[in-house]
C-alpha cells in the first residue's frame, strides 16, 4: 500500500466514525401533547435501537471504504490469479520502467503505483527470498533494490521521478541482464524484444493503458484484454467460453501488410491468454482506404453461444403482448433479450424486432448483423417509410383492409422448411385486419397465407441473414396469432434457423451460481425492473470484466424462487389463449443492491465511471431514505380467472380516469398474479368473470382469496356475460365460498350502502336493467367481494377509440363512477376522512401559489 | 409583535401583562348577538307576530310594502364566560412562550378589557362554575385564579352552567383532549341557545409543523398511561401532518356547522391579534 492510499484510507475511514458518533447522541426527551396524530405510536424495541447504529456505522464505513478504493484507483484494484502466475522462475530479474509516463495521473493512480501493487503480490505469492527489480533511469539498469531490506512495491513508491525513457531504455536494461535471467519487464509500453539475449523466460506485465505498438500481433492484445484495456463487454455464453462478444475499445489497426477480403474485412486472431482456443475479430470498414484506423472501432465478434432477442426501437403499447409473447416461446431457444441500445451488443445471432421507431444509428447496427445472419422481425408501419432498406413500406403494401379472415395455412415453403410444423392447427387463428402485398420482390417467400390467399408471413434473404414480415401488426385487434398455439412452435422454428456454431449451448440459470462461477462474469444478484407498462422481462445484473451490466432473463420454472423477496415471476405460457398482456414485475429496483453492485464495480471500474458510482453510493447511505418507492396503487389480477385483453384495457383506463379525476396516484398496469405464489400487496383484486366459474378449482386458490380478504383486501368480481346467467355465476361463486370459508349469501347491494359514497356521491343505481346492479356477498363481518356486471368491459376501448361494449353516455359516466368508488372504497376505505389527497392537494397549491 | 417583543412581553408579571395587552383592545370592540331595544341600529327585518309594534319601521315598512322590524344591539352589560385551558398539555413547549403562558395572558388581558367596559367576567379552568364579576371584584379574580396553580387532569369546563348564566364564552384551547370534539358540539348548543362563542385554537409551532428531524424521544403528554416514544421523526413526519391537517379541518366544520367563530393560532407573535379576535369575534 502506498502512503497515499494509506491517507486516503485514515481520512475515509474518519468520516463515518464522526458521523456515527455525532448522529447517536440520544434525543432530549421532549414533551408531547400532539401525540395523537402520530402514526402508530409504538415504541422503539431497544434491542433493535442499540443494534442498529453499528450496522449504521458498518454501512457507511463500507461505502466511504468503497470510496476511497475507487478513488485511489488501481491500488486497490484486485489482481487476478492468471496476472499473479509467472510460471517457473528460477532467477528472476524485474524490470520497472520508471519513466514520466509511468508516472502520469493521480497519485495512487498512476501505473507506476500499480506496477508496486503487483509486485508485492508477486513477491508475497512466490516467496522470494532474493531476486532483484532493476528500475531504468538513465542509459543503464540499475539493481537497486534488495529484497531482503523491504518490499519492491514500498521501495518503488519511495522512488523520485525518471525522465526520459522509453522502449530504447527499456532494451538497453534488458540488454544489461545474464543472458540465463528469467526477464520480467513492468512497463507500460510493450517491449520490443527483438535484439535481446535470449533468456530463459521474457514477460511483459502491461501496467496503465499501453498503446500498442503498430503491428505488435497476437501478445499485444492478448496483452491488452488480461490488463483491461479491452473492454470486453457482452451476452454471456454459458458455454466453457463465456465470451460471445469483445467490443474492441482501443485504436485497432491492421497490419501495413494485411488486405481486406472481397467484404472490405481486415481479419485478426486473437488468442486468449486464459482461454483454449482462439477468437477471431473481423473488422469490416465501408471505406477502409478512406477512414482513418485510429478512432474507435466497435468490432461485435460472434463466437457462438445461445441467440438473443433484441428489440429495436420503442414498440408501441398494444405491442407488448406480442413482444413479451414472443420472448417467452422462444426463452427457451434465447438467451436474453433486451432493447438494443448503444452499447448493447448484438451479434449475428440476434432476433431484431424492428417496432418503428428505430434511430438511424441502431438500425445501421441492426442491419450489419442481419446481413452478417441475424434475424429481423418486422410488420408495417408508417415510421419505416424513410428507409430504403426497409421496403415493406406503405409503399409497398396497400393500406390497412380488414380481412375478417378466419384461418391461416402454411404454405408448401413453410413446410418445407420446417416439416415438424405440419402437424399444428392452423386453422384457429382468426386475422381482422391485414396489410396486403403491392408489389412484393421477386425473392419474397410466402410462409403463411390466409384462406383467402392473402401473403400473411413472408420472408426475404438479406446478406447471410434474414427478414421476417409480418402483414398484420400485433395488435391483439388484429389477430389473435400471438396467444394461438401455433405462436410459440413457429418462433422456435424461426430461432432454431440461427446456427450454433459451437454446439454446445446450454441453458445458464440466471439465478444459480453456475454463472456466478463463470469467469469474469460475477452475478451480484437479482432485482426486477418495471417497464412502463410495456411487458417486461426480469433483469438481473453482472459485472463483467469491470463493466456494470444489466441483463434480463427469467427463472426457468416460471414460478417464484423460494425465499425471493424481491419480485415475482409469472410465466403466463401455462394460460395461453386467455394470457395478459403484461409480465408482472411487482417490486421496484433494490436500491441497496444497486449500490451492491455499484461498490463491486467501482473496485473494478476504470475512472470515468468511478463518479457516478460514487454518486450512487451516496444517495444509497441514508437507509431508508430512498426504499420505500412504492407511492402507486395497483390493481392485482389473477391469472387463473382467465382475464381477456378488453378488461385489462379497461382497467388501464379506469386507472387512467382516476388519476385524472382524483389525486392518488394510480398505475395504468395491472398485476398479474398467481393466488399460489404470491400475495397482493395492494388491497384490490379484480377478478375477471368471463368464463365459466368452476367450483372444482384447488381450494387452495379459495384458502388464498380468503385470506386476502381476512387481511383487508376487497376482492372485485367483475362477470361479463350475459345477464340471465348473472345469478347463476354468483350463485356458484357463494356457494363455492361457502365451502372453503364462512357461510353468507348475496345480496343486492343497496343504494345508501358506502360504496355510493366513498367518492362520488351516487344516488342509487342508474339504469340497473341496463348496466346492471352491484352484489354484495355478506358473510358475518365480510363484506369485501363485490359481484359487478361488465364493468371494465363497459370501460374498455378498441385500439381505435371506440367503445367495447355500447352503452347510453349517462351510464357509461355511472360505470365511471362506480369504478372509481370501488377502487376508493377498496384502496382507502374512505377517502375523505383518510384525506390522502391532502398531500397532494397542498402540493398543488404550493406550486400554483 | 417581534418574537423579541413576546417574550419580553411573557416575562412581565401576569397583571402587567395583561394591562398592556388589553390597551391595545378598543373599547367598543366587544359585540353581541343580543339584539334589543336602545341601541345602535343593526339590521330590519321582516315583522314576525308577537313583536312589538313600537320597534316597526314605518318608513321602511312603506318602502317595502311589508312590515319591517328595526333591530338594535341591546344596550347590557354582557356576562363573559373564559374558557381557559390550562392543562398539562397547554405546559408545551417548555419555556416562558408556552401555550399555557399564551391562554393565561389573552385570557387575563380580554376579562381586563371587558371589565373595563363594565361587562362581568368569569374565568373558567375546571369543572367548576363560578358566578361572573365585574369592576374590582372581577379584576382580582381573573388575576388571582391565573396566578394559582393550575387543575391537573383533562379540561372539562362546565359548558351547561353557562347556557344559564354566560352571554359570551370564549374558550382557548389547544383541543389536543380527546374530548374535544364533543366540547365543541357542545359549545354549538350556546350558539344555537343565542350565545356568542369564540374559540381559539392555540398550537405550538413545532406541533403545527413538525419540526423534528431524526430520532426522537417523546414523552407523551395527558396520554391515558404515561409512556416515552423512541420515533424517527423524520418518517412520520409525512403522516403526522396529515393526521393533523385533518383534525383540524375537523374542528373547522364542527365550528362552522355550529356557526363558532374559530381561529387557529400557531404562531405565538400574533398574540395582540388573537386578542383582538377573541374580543371581536372577527378575524383581522
Known amino acids: 500500500m502506498t502512503r497515499a492510499f494509506l491517507a486516503w484510507l485514515a481520512i475515509g475511514a474518519a468520516i463515518p466514525l464522526l458521523l456515527h458518533l455525532f448522529t447517536r447522541t440520544r434525543p432530549r426527551p421532549r414533551a408531547w401533547a400532539a401525540w395523537r396524530f402520530l402514526p402508530q405510536p409504538e415504541p422503539i424495541d431497544e434491542r433493535v435501537r442499540r443494534i442498529d447504529q453499528p450496522w449504521l456505522l458498518a454501512l457507511r464505513t463500507l461505502a466511504v471504504l468503497a470510496l476511497v478504493g475507487g478513488a485511489v484507483g488501481p491500488t486497490c484494484t484486485r489482481l487476478v490469479a492468471s496476472e499473479l502466475d509467472l510460471g517457473d522462475l528460477r532467477n528472476p530479474l524485474f524490470i520497472v520502467d520508471g519513466s514520466a509516463s509511468m508516472l502520469q495521473g493521480r497519485a495512487g493512480n498512476r501505473p507506476l503505483d500499480r506496477a508496486a501493487v503487483w509486485l508485492d503480490r508477486v513477491w508475497r505469492r512466490y516467496n522470494w527470498s532474493k531476486g532483484a527489480v532493476a528500475v531504468c533511469r538513465g542509459t543503464t539498469a540499475d539493481i537497486i533494490f534488495d529484497a531482503s531490506r523491504a518490499t519492491p512495491g514500498a521501495f518503488l513508491s519511495a522512488l523520485e521521478q525518471g525522465t526520459g525513457l522509453g522502449d530504447a531504455v527499456l532494451a538497453a536494461c534488458a540488454g544489461a541482464v545474464e543472458p540465463q535471467t528469467d526477464l520480467v519487464i513492468v512497463s507500460?509500453?510493450?517491449?520490443?524484444?527483438?535484439?535481446?539475449?535470449?533468456?530463459?523466460?521474457?514477460?511483459?506485465?502491461?501496467?496503465?493503458?499501453?498503446?500498442?505498438?503498430a503491428n505488435s500481433g497476437i501478445d499485444t492484445l492478448a496483452s491488452h484484454i488480461r490488463n483491461g484495456s479491452i473492454v470486453l463487454d457482452g451476452h454471456y455464453t454459458g458455454t466453457d467460453r463465456p465470451l460471445i462478444a469483445v467490443r474492441w475499445n482501443q485504436p485497432l489497426r491492421p497490419p501495413a501488410t494485411a488486405r481486406p477480403d472481397e467484404h472490405g474485412r481486415f481479419r485478426f486472431e486473437l488468442l486468449l491468454p486464459d482461454e483454449p482456443g482462439r477468437l477471431t475479430i473481423e473488422v469490416r470498414r465501408d471505406a477502409p482506404d478512406a477512414a482513418p484506423w485510429d478512432d474507435r472501432v466497435p468490432v461485435w465478434v460472434p463466437t457462438g453461444g445461445r441467440p438473443s432477442v433484441q428489440l429495436l426501437g420503442v414498440p408501441q403499447p398494444?405491442?407488448?403482448?406480442?413482444?413479451?409473447?414472443?420472448?417467452?416461446?422462444?426463452?427457451?431457444?434465447l438467451h436474453f433479450a433486451t432493447a438494443l441500445e448503444h452499447d448493447n451488443v448484438p451479434t449475428s445471432r440476434t432476433v431484431f424486432l424492428l417496432a418503428g421507431q428505430e434511430p438511424?444509428?441502431?438500425?445501421?447496427?441492426?442491419?450489419?448483423?442481419?446481413?452478417?445472419?441475424?434475424?429481423?422481425?418486422?410488420?408495417p408501419v408508417e415510421s419505416h417509410s424513410g428507409d430504403p432498406r426497409l421496403r415493406w413500406t406503405p409503399g409497398w403494401i396497400h393500406p390497412v383492409q380488414d380481412a375478417a379472415t378466419p384461418g391461416v395455412r402454411p404454405t408448401t415453403a413453410l413446410l418445407d422448411r420446417w416439416p415438424q410444423l405440419a402437424d399444428l392447427d392452423w386453422s384457429v387463428i382468426h386475422v381482422q385486419r391485414i396489410y396486403p402485398l403491392a408489389d412484393p420482390l421477386p425473392e419474397l417467400i410466402v410462409l403463411l397465407e390466409t384462406a383467402d390467399g392473402l401473403p400473411l408471413l413472408v420472408a426475404h434473404r438479406e446478406g447471410a441473414g434474414e427478414i421476417f414480415t409480418w402483414l398484420t401488426d400485433f395488435s391483439p385487434a388484429s389477430s389473435n396469432l400471438p396467444v394461438s398455439p401455433v405462436w410459440a412452435p413457429l418462433w422456435l422454428a424461426i430461432m432454431n434457423t440461427l446456427d450454433d456454431?459451437?454446439?454446445?449451448?446450454?441453458?445458464?440459470d440466471a439465478e444459480s451460481a453456475e454463472l456466478a462461477r463463470l469467469r469474469d462474469l460475477r452475478l451480484i444478484g437479482t432485482a426486477y425492473a418495471r417497464p412502463n407498462g410495456r411487458g417486461s422481462l426480469a433483469w438481473y445484473s453482472a459485472t463483467h470484466n469491470g463493466r456494470l451490466a444489466l441483463y434480463s432473463t427469467r427463472t426457468p420454472s416460471g414460478e417464484i424462487p423460494a425465499g425471493t423477496a424481491s419480485g415475482m415471476h409469472v410465466d403466463h405460457r401455462a394460460d395461453s389463449g386467455s394470457a395478459p398482456a403484461n409480465i408482472p414485475v411487482s417490486e421496484p429496483l433494490d436500491l441497496w443492491f444497486l449500490a451492491a453492485g455499484a461498490l463491486l464495480w467501482l473496485l473494478q471500474a476504470s475512472w470515468s465511471s468511478r463518479a457516478g458510482v460514487a454518486v450512487l453510493l451516496l444517495l444509497a447511505m441514508p437507509s431508508g431514505a430512498l426504499a420505500d418507492d412504492l407511492s402507486e396503487l395497483q390493481i392485482w389480477v389473477p391469472i387463473e380467472s382467465g382475464a381477456a385483453a378488453a378488461e385489462l384495457d379497461g382497467i388501464a383506463h379506469l386507472t387512467e380516469l382516476w388519476e385524472q379525476r382524483s389525486s392518488p396516484e394510480f398505475s395504468p398496469s395491472p398485476v398479474p398474479f398467481r393466488w399460489a405464489a404470491t400475495r397482493p400487496a395492494d388491497p384490490l383484486v379484480w377478478w375477471a368473470g368471463c368464463h365459466a366459474f368452476r367450483p372444482d378449482r384447488d381450494p387452495a386458490l379459495a384458502r388464498a382469496t380468503l385470506d386476502f380478504l381476512s387481511r383487508g383486501g376487497t376482492l372485485l368480481i367483475d362477470y361479463c356475460g350475459g345477464p340471465a346467467e348473472y345469478r347463476q355465476y354468483a350463485r356458484k361463486i357463494g356457494r363455492w365460498l361457502k365451502q372453503y370459508g364462512p357461510g353468507g349469501t348475496w345480496r343486492e347491494l343497496p343504494g345508501n350502502h358506502v360504496l355510493n359514497r366513498t367518492f362520488y356521491l351516487l344516488d342509487g343505481w342508474h339504469d340497473p336493467e341496463r348496466a346492471g346492479r352491484p352484489w354484495l356477498y355478506r358473510a358475518g363481518d365480510l363484506e369485501r367481494i363485490f359481484l359487478v356486471p361488465n364493468l371494465m368491459r363497459g370501460l374498455s376501448v378498441t385500439p381505435l377509440g371506440n367503445w367495447n361494449l355500447p352503452l347510453p353516455a349517462a351510464t357509461r359516466e355511472w360505470l365511471i363512477r362506480q369504478g372509481l368508488n370501488l377502487m376508493m372504497y377498496a384502496t382507502t376505505y374512505d377517502y375523505k376522512d383518510d384525506a390522502i389527497h391532502l398531500p397532494y392537494i397542498l402540493e398543488r397549491r404550493k406550486r400554483h401559489r | 409583535m417581534t418574537p423579541e417583543d413576546l417574550e419580553a412581553l411573557l416575562a412581565l408579571p401576569l397583571p402587567v401583562r395583561a394591562r398592556t395587552l388589553s390597551r391595545s383592545l378598543w373599547v367598543g370592540l366587544q359585540t353581541t348577538r343580543k339584539r334589543g331595544p336602545g341601541g345602535t341600529f343593526r339590521e330590519l327585518r321582516p315583522y314576525d307576530r308577537g313583536d312589538p309594534l313600537n320597534?316597526?319601521?314605518?318608513?321602511?315598512?312603506?318602502?317595502?310594502?311589508?312590515?319591517?322590524?328595526?333591530?338594535?344591539?341591546?344596550?347590557?352589560?354582557?356576562?363573559?364566560?373564559?374558557?381557559?385551558?390550562?392543562s398539562p398539555s397547554?405546559?408545551?413547549?417548555?419555556?416562558?412562550?408556552?401555550?399555557?403562558?399564551?391562554a393565561e395572558t389573552l385570557a387575563a388581558a380580554i376579562g381586563l378589557h371587558a371589565i373595563r367596559q363594565g361587562h362581568s367576567v368569569t374565568l373558567l379552568d375546571g369543572a367548576d362554575f363560578q358566578p361572573p364579576a365585574g369592576g374590582r371584584t372581577g379584576r382580582t379574580r381573573i388575576l388571582d385564579r391565573l396566578e394559582a396553580a393550575p387543575p391537573t387532569g383533562r379540561f372539562t369546563p362546565p359548558v351547561d352552567a353557562c347556557a344559564v348564566h354566560i352571554d359570551l364564552v370564549i374558550l382557548v384551547s389547544d383541543l389536543l383532549d380527546p374530548g374535544s370534539e364533543v366540547l365543541l358540539e357542545s359549545l354549538g348548543d350556546l350558539t344555537a341557545r343565542g350565545r356568542d362563542v369564540r374559540v381559539l385554537h392555540l398550537l405550538d409551532p413545532l406541533e403545527r409543523e413538525f419540526g423534528l428531524r431524526g430520532p426522537q424521544s417523546l414523552d407523551l403528554i395527558e396520554a391515558d398511561a404515561a409512556a416515552r416514544l423512541r420515533l424517527d421523526a423524520s418518517r412520520i413526519r409525512n403522516a403526522y401532518l396529515n393526521n393533523l391537517e385533518s383534525f383540524i379541518v375537523t374542528t373547522r366544520r364542527i365550528a362552522r356547522h355550529a356557526d363558532i367563530p374559530l381561529r387557529l393560532s400557531a404562531e405565538p407573535a400574533q398574540l395582540l391579534t388573537d386578542a383582538v379576535f377573541l374580543a371581536s369575534g372577527e378575524r383581522t
Not at chain 2, 90 to 102: I, Y
Open chain 2, 55 to 86: 320597534r316597526i319601521d314605518w318608513r321602511a315598512s312603506a318602502r317595502l310594502d311589508r312590515w319591517m322590524v328595526r333591530e338594535d344591539d341591546r344596550l347590557s352589560h354582557l356576562k363573559v364566560a373564559l374558557l381557559i385551558d390550562r
Open chain 1, 318 to 333: 398494444d405491442e407488448a403482448m406480442f413482444l413479451t409473447d414472443l420472448l417467452y416461446a422462444a426463452s427457451d431457444r
Open chain 1, 360 to 379: 438511424a444509428d441502431l438500425l445501421d447496427t441492426a442491419w450489419s448483423r442481419v446481413e452478417a445472419g441475424a434475424i429481423a422481425i418486422a410488420r
Open chain 1, 501 to 508: 456454431p459451437s454446439g454446445t449451448a446450454r441453458i445458464v
Open chain 2, 90 to 102: 397547554m405546559d408545551t413547549p417548555d419555556g416562558p412562550v408556552s401555550k399555557r403562558a399564551r
Open chain 1, 188 to 213: 507500460d509500453s510493450a517491449p520490443d524484444w527483438s535484439g535481446l539475449p535470449t533468456g530463459r523466460s521474457r514477460r511483459w506485465y502491461a501496467v496503465g493503458q499501453p498503446t500498442p505498438p
